[in-house]
């Protein structure tokens, strides 16, 4: 995941949960700031400075300020947290890790630089994608490989079998 675009979509989810309640914070102190001394000793405990459960007529106004920004605040954890649900789901749906069977992998060869009867392994087609998918691609990379200008060798694509599927890096 190093240096990958997941970090970019992670940070969307903790932009919106850490900022969220950096701003729920100060919205609540600037509102305490604003309280007469009596009405700032009722309340409960910094950070949140939350108010009793049956708040006099001076913190009628504050409390409701509490309620709202929390409110506010879950709203925005809940986006966060279905935004998090959307980033998993397209690194779980998205991410080919490799052929299902051994039939749908494909090498591309060529032949040596040194003995054209020797040959070399230049790539592995194995993506999940299929049987199809795999065949298209190396011939494709075979056929561009081949056009080069100056290229003397040959490439070619060959289907895996199981031996040599674990002997390939």
Known sequence: MGGSPTYSLLAVFFFLVIGSSGWRRSRIRR???DLPTAMQRRLGPDPMFDPRADPPEGL???TALHR???RIQYAAWALGFAWLVWVAYLLVSAAP???TEADDVFLLFRTSLV???DREHVATFDTRFGLDYNFQNCWQAAELFQSQEGVSTRFWCEPVTQNIKKDTP
């Open 31 to 33: 509102a305490r700031r």
């Open 97 to 99: 890790a490799g052929a």
């Open 68 to 70: 709202r920004t929390a």
């Open 115 to 117: 003995e054209t009867a």
């Open 60 to 62: 009628r106004a504050y």
